[in-house]
């Protein structure tokens, strides 16, 4: 199970809930956490107007409470646990705090109150770390809070009443317990659901991993805008479970259950010091064990594409691991861990109610999405993956076999079945879906009347071309295999009319006349003597005052290496702008401009020189 980790943390220490909430305890429980129980005496009569916001109110109630009874209970024993945790959940509605209600008339009041609304539900929490010392109670304390939004229906006096009769709404924040009877008033809910029920469970797992897991340095420069989204998961921090060192051990005196019982409520400013630099030893490498492990969180995105796990969410989530597993076909068990590795991954949620597609696999990874990525995925896991079984080989035995190992998807192809040219498709089709436009829309091309666009593929680019410019006419040129089969990918409109599909392959055969040629992510899949051959063809074919448009991926500047995200959509290495406005020169092209197009891509457009 993968949130273990992070909540084992406090596996052998001694935690305590301040709290009476049945429901905060529920949930914690489930979670796995181990604690005591001792509800705090802290009475909630803060001066609510002297917060500037809710939760500036619930997080200080949070830590009152929990402060509370880290001093009752160092009083009581001289002796303090070891972590107190405190919560406490208000609704809001604008800057309005309800709490629970004291009667019927309280309830009723605070129910019309979020009557056919949406209002806020925000738990406030505090981790409290206690270290008792000569009789003296030392205290650390970490807070936060989670927001969540929930929008009441419209609901009838009579329906009001018959629910505070049912007696549900008196122990609770607002009036009301969305986790039963409650449940029915409820239009949606956005957010944490468990943060409504009393306690925001996966911020508070964040929050531990932050505790006990901060960033290093070294990490925090590490991640930029352009690279690979860092995966956040639970599962990085399986350290001990993975048999590695655990970082904590680098701390003096270690920390959580490798501590001493004396020393263990230091965890948190053990760690300081770890990460100050006040131990000699090597920084976990932390980076480098996540690129060992980063072919598992590959597979399992392929696998969960391939059984069509996201489909099946997108139709008729959010579901049960069971229920998923029973229209997948696959075993419950192994099916629960695959979408519990997919949530950690960031591509499901989870909450009570099962597992649902995240933004960004509704977005990218249903198949027939408008920016649907299986393409790529299904590509990768077939082809690609085993090329890259072959790296070593390829390596030591040469030019060819590199070429294929380093990902020549274009060469590789010619010699596969007709099923993996569709995969190849399918694949460069979904990549050029988020690229296209940038590339037409990077220049004014306005001025060319026709262009030939090489290894077009499926002709997405085409299609952004004659849409961009009314009166271009664009022509596809790829192998006759390519075309053959691109036919399935079109979709009509006005502008195909203006888009051909001519088969051919430009080592060879004469490239189809255009005032503008396109090579939109081919130049860095081959070897230094092809491209220069494939330019030096363009170059003869193109007339004076025609153009030579590039795209590839950007590198950043003269010099620098290529981002690891961008590495993996094509082979070579990339070129800074300055390498790019030389190599079009080189081929007689003059005037030669450069653009960013998006995140990926650089651009560059070039104009022939009079021979
Ligand atoms: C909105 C909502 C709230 N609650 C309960 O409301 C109480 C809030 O009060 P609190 O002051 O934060 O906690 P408490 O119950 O007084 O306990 P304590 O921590 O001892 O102060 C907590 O119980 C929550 O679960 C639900 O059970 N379901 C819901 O949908």
Known sequence: MVLCPVIGKLQHKRVVLASASPRRQEILSNAGLRFEVVPSRFKEKLHKASFATPYAYAVETAKQKALEVAGRMHQKDLRAPDV???????????????EKPVDKQDAYRMLSRLNGKEHSVFTGVAIVHCCSKD???????????????????????????????????????????IQA??????????????????????????????????????????????????????????????????PGQSAKGGRGGEQADGDRSQAPRALD????????????????????????????????????LFDVLKDQGPLQAVDVARKLS???????????????????????????????ATLHLVSDGEHSLQGVAEYNDAHVWGVFTRLGLAVREGAEQTRGALGAMEEERLSQSRELTLQFMRAKHSLSKLTAHHVATAFD??????????????????????????????????????????????????QTERIRFVPGDFFKDSLPEADLYVLSRMLQDWPDDKLHKLLSRISSSCKPGGGLLVAEAAAEEEGASQSPRLRTLSAGQPRSPDEHRRLLQRHGFQDVRVARAGDLLCVVLGTRAAP
């Open 135 to 177: 009789g003296r109670l030392d205290t650390e304390v970490s807070e936060f809070y989670e927001e969540t939004t929930v929008k009441f229906s419209e609901l009838s006096e009579e329906l009001l009443w018959e629910y505070i009769n049912s007696g549900e709404p008196m122990d609770k924040a607002g009036g009301y317990g």
């Open 445 to 494: 091309l306005s001025r060319f009347a026709s262009a030939c666009d090489l290894g077009g593929c499926t002709g997405i680019l085409a299609r952004e071309l004659a849409q961009e410019y009314p009166r271009l006419q664009v022509t596809v040129f790829d192998l006759p295999e390519v075309t053959e089969l691109s036919g399935g990918f079109q979709r009509g409109g006005r």
């Open 84 to 98: 107190v945790i405190g919560a406490d959940t208000i609704v809001a509605v604008g800057a309005m705090i309800l």
């Open 330 to 360: 696959t075993c419950a068990g192994r099916t629960e861990q695959l979408l519990d590795v997919c949530a950690a991954l960031g591509l499901l949620e989870k909450t009570r109610r099962g597992y649902s597609n995240t933004e960004v």
């Open 181 to 246: 009877l409650g449940g029915m008033l409820v239009e949606y809910v956005h957010g944490d659901f468990l943060n409504v029920v009393g306690f925001p469970l996966n911020h508070f797992c964040k929050e531990l991993a932050r505790l006990y897991y901060p960033p290093r340095p070294a990490d925090l420069r590490r991640v930029r805008h352009d690279s690979i989204p860092a995966v956040d998961t639970f599962e990085n921090l399986s350290d001990s479970e993975a048999g590695g060192a655990d």
């Open 273 to 308: 010091a770890a990460l100050n630099g006040a131990d000699s030893r090597p920084r976990f490498p932390t980076g480098l064990l996540e690129l060992m492990d980063g072919f598992k969180a590959s597979k399992v995105l392929f696998t969960a594409c391939k059984l069509k």
